[in-house]
């Protein structure tokens, strides 16, 4: 991970040097990084914005008709053929763990609303925000940097 962030400056200096500074700004930003599947992720996600929230989710003729925030994880993974865990704290295992400043667009990330363990789950899709199925606003997008998230994130993993 180290080496990609190396990389990525050299290419931001470079950039730089032979006039494309904008451009080398950009890849500087991780979630600019993103590749196209995690792009695709948030896609298939952002087509679920409004749909409402139902805990234990529920589908009808294969089709989400709510969710809650671990089915909505599953739903949009499967979309591109990733099969993951029913719960937000089986989730927690997939993948490979990602350091916060790590984080870049498709990573899961994880949260203790509960006060005990982890107990839900979002798609982050880039620039703080994450795609999450929320009790009170069906699937939405929220900052994860807001007071309330901060103090209740636990991890990211990487999955894709």
Not at 45 to 65: A, C, D, S
Not at 76 to 92: D, F, I, N
């Amino acid at each position: 991970m180290r080496q990609g962030v190396i990389k990525r400056s050299l290419a931001v200096m470079l950039l730089a040097a032979v006039g494309y500074g904008a451009a080398g700004a950009a890849l500087a930003d991780p979630a600019s990084a993103a590749t196209e599947q995690s792009k695709q992720l948030i896609e298939v996600g952002k087509e679920h914005i409004g749909t409402p929230y139902r805990m234990g989710g529920l589908i009808k003729n294969g089709e989400p008709v709510a969710f809650d925030c671990s089915l909505f994880t599953k739903h949009v993974y499967a979309a591109l053929g990733v099969e993951l865990p029913r719960t937000s704290k089986a989730q927690a295992k997939a993948g490979v763990k990602v350091e916060r400043g790590d984080i870049s667009q498709g990573d899961l990330l994880f949260f203790r609303t509960n006060g005990k363990s982890i107990s839900h789950v979002a798609i982050y899709v880039g620039d703080g925000k994450m795609i999450h199925a929320s009790s009170n606003h069906g699937v939405t997008i929220s900052d994860m940097n807001s007071s309330y998230w901060k103090k209740r994130f636990v991890t990211a993993r990487r999955v894709l």
